[in-house]
């Protein structure tokens, strides 16, 4: 089968489309034929070495994919021909989804819905999960509040603005350009703001008459969370989901004191470990959601899997919006 490997960290150029001999699966892995896979900010990271999650090399990059089970081990939920997506873990050659085939343990695997089509299957699950955990579980969003969600057109921006509509919230949201705020516009966000032109902390004060948005998603950090603590509401949530400006900032005790706000963080990867059993309900929410219209994963492009190093630093470069799909 053919994966893209990385034998050496750095930028996606390093990335080596190669024949890897599959073998047979390790005892207890799903065996899943890729039909596609999603790419992640933080795979540009785990390539680069820069991620809290460093996989021995050699290894495949990849975590989010969707696909027909070839074969699952006896007794498990799974049978051959399944429609699945599955969150893999990357590490060796057959564990990751920049490939045609992977290997999932079955507690990450979930049935499709037959209305859900691959490439919806594999970029649903980690932006949505992550946004629904930041809002309701982190930040307790309440119907009615005013919610700032920074690069709202990104992959979790874009499921935080729809998921924050779904909430019955206000939705401001910020992006990078003109084109990127009426993405977000599309999305359903009330207001946007290109951050790049605008100070969005006069302009979120100016919206609510002073008070400051309720609850800042921010996966960007840096000014960004910097500006953000300047239109905090009083008893309002700042969500940390990531660093994408490159610079992780520092919170002022003394400044979350006076006015009465707090910073909490957002690790969604450890709910799978530290809190298990909170998952299936946020995932039959979401489903719910997903059948009802109100939620879809935002696709801009589809790119097939031979040009995986390109879409990958398409993403990287802060140039693409929603997610990018690798198609298989
Ligand atoms: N905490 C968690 O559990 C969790 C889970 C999933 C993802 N994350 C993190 O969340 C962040 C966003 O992930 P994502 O998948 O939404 O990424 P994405 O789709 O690539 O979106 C990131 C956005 O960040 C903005 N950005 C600002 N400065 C940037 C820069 N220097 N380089 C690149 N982008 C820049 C860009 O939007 P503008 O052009 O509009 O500024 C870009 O569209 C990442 O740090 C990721 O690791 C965290």
Known sequence: MKAWVVRHLGGPETLRFEDVEAGA???????????????????????????????????????????????????????????VTALVDSGGLTRGGYAEITDATPATVQRLPDAMPFDDGAGFTLI??????????????????????????GGVGSAAIQLGKAAGATVIATAGSDEKTAVC????????????????AEEVKGMTGGRGADVIFDPVGGDVYDRSTKCIAFEGRIVIVGFTSGRIPQAAANHVLVKNYSVVG???????????????????????????????????????????????????????????????
Do not use: C
């Open 185 to 200: 516009l599309k999305l359903g966000a009330d207001h946007a703001i290109n951050y790049k032109t605008q100070d969005f």
């Open 25 to 83: 699966p390790a005892d207890g892995m799903v065996r899943i034929a890729i039909r596609a896979s999603a790419i992640n900010y933080f795979d540009a990271l785990m390539v680069a070495g820069q991620y809290q999650v460093k996989p021995e090399l050699p290894f495949v990059p990849g975590v989010e994919i969707s696909g027909v089970v070839e074969s699952a081990p006896a007794g498990s939920a799974f049978k051959k021909g399944d429609r």
């Open 266 to 328: 957002l690790h969604w990867g450890l709910y799978s470990r530290r809190a298990p059993e909170l998952l299936p309900a946020a995932n039959a929410a979401l489903m719910d959601l997903y059948a009802s219209g109100k939620i879809k994963p935002l696709i801009s492009a589809r790119v097939p899997l031979v040009e995986a190093p390109k879409a990958l630093a398409m993403v990287a470069g802060g140039k693409s919006t929603g997610k990018v799909i690798l198609t298989v």
């Open 128 to 153: 949505f999960q992550t946004a629904w955990f930041g809002l309701h579980r982190r930040a307790n969003l309440r119907p009615g509040e005013t919610l700032l969600v920074h690069a709202g057109a």
